[in-house]
């Protein structure tokens, strides 16, 4: 199985600040990569797919990249609807997994 | 509307079983693959069983194979996981998802439904 990991696993930042999250693949999973907020007492929802393609009505602010085990999610100028959980998702092969995700908190 | 809904979730003992049911409104159902995915009660998530849209191919998590069944009907746009032998470890929140990319293949998650939560107690 592919073992996803995600740094840091909760941060607080500010409004307006930029913020980066790393998920890393045990293996190369070529741009196979997905991201995903939840709220509390929400569904997920999907931010990105495949690496770096944003999904219709996110927010430009929110940007990803990478490609073989290493990604990132990068939200600028961080808003107060931005707190939330972020996991990771490979689909290179099944089972398909998720990090553990990343706890965002805005101040 | 375009929704997901899923329903029977329930307390149950360890060792019973149980089967979940997911509704599918505003958009072709039979046109898509689907998943299930649980999350544990403050936990992260854990993707469980996928099947093709026309039902003929299946995948699951390790931790639920031999265990769990996925299977729809496409009539009723109706989504189904059926559990068995139901542990502890499985007391989850259970969502259903539709598959982004189509019928046969596998790449996002991009419809969720509110989740059905599952409980395995004595």
């Known amino acids: 199985d592919i073992h996803m990991t995600q740094t840091p696993s909760s941060l607080s930042a500010s409004v307006g600040d930029r913020v980066t999250i790393t998920c890393q693949a045990s293996q190369a999973i070529a741009s196979f990569l997905n991201w995903y907020q939840q709220k509390p007492g929400e569904a997920p929802n999907l931010l990105i797919s495949d690496a770096s393609d944003l999904e219709t009505g996110v927010p430009s602010r929110f940007s990803g990249r990478g490609f073989g085990t290493t990604f990132t999610l990068t939200i600028t100028s961080l808003q107060p609807e931005d707190s939330a959980t972020y996991f990771c998702q490979q689909h290179y092969k099944f089972p398909l997994t998720f990090g553990p995700g990343t706890k965002v908190h805005v101040k | 509307q375009v929704q997901l809904v899923e329903s029977g979730g329930d307390v149950v003992l360890p060792e019973r079983s149980l089967r979940l049911s997911c509704v599918a409104s505003?958009?072709?159902?039979?046109?898509?693959?689907m998943h299930w995915v649980r999350q544990a009660p403050g936990k992260g998530l854990e993707w469980v069983a996928f099947?093709?849209?026309?039902?003929?191919?299946?995948h699951y998590a390790d931790s639920v194979q031999g265990r769990f069944s996925v299977s729809r009907d496409n009539s009723k746009s109706a989504l189904y996981l059926q559990m068995s032998s139901l542990r502890a470890e499985d007391t989850a929140v259970y969502y259903c998802a539709r598959e982004s990319c189509g019928g046969d293949c596998y790449q996002d998650f991009d419809l969720w439904g509110q989740g059905t939560l599952v409980t395995v107690s004595s």
């Open positions: 505003g958009f072709s159902f039979s046109s898509y693959a």
């Open positions: 099947i093709w849209s026309d039902g003929t191919n299946e």
